[in-house]
């Protein structure tokens, strides 16, 4: 037999506990499935690809971005430069913003060249406003955002991204990187959660 996992049946069995744990099984709707996300990363790589003529650097924000980055760099044929950098305003099991933090590594070179920012989602823009000015003052030749998602609608003097996937109605989604206390990330889709989810968390309700 294959050392595969069809030889471990255990991992297979629709009763296991496992099973009863999928995250899928907190979803509430689907709202945008991974079809329309693929479509639309493709369309949205043709856009920068326009964009640009010489070379890219990516910042790719963690850990939100993660699958949609790797989805989106797969799509680029020019000479890009990949880099992540750690930034999220959301601590532990809340939907509410809370302290900010982003470190933007010195060592990474950003004079001269063309910086796109690839984030998950645009909600209030702290995030995206705070590392912009922070890759702005290493002197790029250009800065731009791209976004899978954005909240609409903004609050006045919010950040705009140049690319953005979806715009999105404001409550809390997770999926295709976007998580809710660290968990679903994994899940395909962009989808919202089951009000139960969030129940335990006391003002955390989106
Ligand atoms: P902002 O600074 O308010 O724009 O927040 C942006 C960051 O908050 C994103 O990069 C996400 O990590 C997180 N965030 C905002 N809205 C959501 C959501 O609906 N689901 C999951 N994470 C979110
Ligand atoms: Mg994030």
Redesign the pocket.
């Given at each position: 037999m294959r050392p595969d996992m069809d030889s471990r049946p255990e991992h297979h069995n629709t009763s296991s506990p496992a099973q009863a744990h999928h995250c899928r099984h907190d979803v509430d709707r689907v709202l945008v499935d991974r079809r329309r996300i693929a479509r639309r990363v493709q369309e949205l790589a043709d856009d920068i690809r326009r964009c640009y003529d010489g070379e890219l650097t990516i910042l790719g924000?963690l850990t939100?971005s993660l699958v949609f980055l790797a989805d989106l760099v797969r799509q680029l044929p020019m000479r890009l430069r990949i880099y992540t950098v750690a930034?999220?305003?959301?601590a532990g099991n809340t939907?509410r913003?809370g302290e900010?933090r982003t470190h933007l590594d010195e060592t990474i070179e950003l004079a001269g060249r063309d910086v796109l920012i690839v984030?998950?989602?645009?909600?209030?823009?702290?995030?995206?406003a705070a590392l912009t000015a922070a890759v702005r003052a290493r002197n790029p030749q250009s800065v731009r955002v791209c976004v899978l998602l954005r909240?609409e609608p903004a609050s006045p003097g919010r950040l705009e991204a140049e690319f953005v996937g979806f715009t999105v109605e404001p409550?809390?989604?997770?999926g295709y990187g976007?998580?809710?206390n660290d968990l679903y990330r994994n899940l395909p889709d962009v989808c919202t959660l089951r009000p139960e989810v969030f129940a335990h968390d006391e003002g955390a309700t989106p």
């Open positions: 924000v939100g930034a999220s305003s959301y939907t913003p900010l984030d998950d989602i645009l909600d209030s823009g702290q995030t995206l909240k409550e809390f989604v997770v976007l998580d809710y």
